[in-house]
C-alpha cells in the first residue's frame, strides 16, 4: 500500500510564473491537507479538502493560491504568480477521515520543495 | 492563540547516549498530542500519540511523556543510534483538523 505520494519532489520556478503541485492520497483516504513549512519553522495549516470540495481554506492566502481534489485524480495546489517569498517545503497529508482522533491520523508525503529565482 | 514550543531548538549527542526533548503548549481544547520524526528531505511521520488521560508511551528506543496539567511533553530516545538524526516535531490537536506543529528540534547523533 503505496503512501502519500507528491510530486514533484523538487521545483523551481522564477517569478511571476506558475507552480503546480500534485499530491495523491494514500489508498482509501479522500481527505487531503496541505503545510507549508518555512525554514526553521513549523508546519503551518494552509487547506483542506475532500473529493470535489474545500472544506477550509482558511490557512491559504486569498491571492495567487488555488487547491482543488477532483474526484478523479491526484490533488492540486497551484500557485500563480510566484514571488520569492513562496519558497518552502510544500507537504501533503491524508486521512481517512475528517478531525485529528486517534483513528483519523493524518499520513504525510515526501513534499515538494519549490525555490523562486 | 493556539502556540506549540519546543527545546532546544537542536543539540548533538554521541552514538549510545541518551537525550530529551521538550514541549510546552498552549492549545485549548486538548484533543491528542504527537510527536513525529521528519528525517531530511522527507514527510514527518508519527512515533507516538497520547490523549490527555495518557501519561507516557514507548515506541522501541522512544519514550514520551504527557503531563496535561502542566502543558508538557516529552520525547526521550534511548541509546541513541546514527538514524536517530533527524528533526523531531511535537503537534498538539485540539480535535478537529487543524493540527498546531513546533518547529522541532534538531538531532544529529555522532559516531
Known amino acids: 500500500n503505496a503512501g502519500v505520494m507528491q510530486n514533484p519532489r523538487h521545483l523551481v520556478r522564477r517569478r511571476g510564473q506558475e507552480a503546480r503541485l500534485r499530491c495523491s492520497p494514500m489508498?482509501?483516504?479522500?481527505?487531503v491537507y496541505w503545510y507549508r513549512q518555512l525554514p526553521e519553522e513549523g508546519l503551518k495549516f494552509m487547506v483542506y479538502l475532500q473529493k470535489e470540495n474545500i472544506i477550509d481554506e482558511s490557512g491559504m492566502p486569498k491571492e495567487r493560491f488555488s487547491a482543488e481534489f477532483p474526484k478523479e485524480g491526484p490533488s492540486i495546489l497551484r500557485i500563480q504568480q510566484v514571488v520569492r517569498g513562496d519558497s518552502a517545503a510544500y507537504f501533503c497529508a491524508s486521512s481517512s477521515a475528517g478531525g485529528t482522533n486517534m483513528g483519523n491520523e493524518q499520513f504525510f508525503g515526501p513534499g515538494t520543495r519549490l525555490t523562486v529565482l | 492563540k493556539n502556540q506549540v514550543e519546543q527545546s532546544p531548538q537542536s543539540l548533538i549527542i554521541l552514538e549510545g547516549k541518551n537525550c530529551t526533548l521538550q514541549?510546552?503548549?498552549?492549545?485549548?481544547?486538548?484533543?491528542?498530542l504527537r510527536w513525529y520524526k521528519q528525517d531530511t528531505g522527507r514527510g514527518p511521520v508519527s512515533l507516538t500519540i497520547?490523549?490527555?488521560?495518557?501519561n507516557t508511551k514507548s515506541n522501541g528506543r522512544y519514550t514520551a511523556t504527557l503531563d496535561a496539567d502542566t502543558k508538557q511533553s516529552s520525547l526521550h530516545i534511548t541509546a541513541s543510534q546514527l538514524s536517530d538524526s533527524a528533526s523531531y516535531i511535537c503537534v498538539v490537536s485540539a480535535g478537529d483538523y487543524k493540527l498546531s506543529f513546533g518547529a522541532g528540534t534538531t538531532v544529529t547523533v555522532r559516531a
Open positions: 497520547m490523549t490527555f488521560s495518557e
Open positions: 514541549c510546552n503548549y498552549t492549545v485549548s481544547p486538548f484533543s491528542n
Open positions: 489508498k482509501g483516504h479522500s481527505h
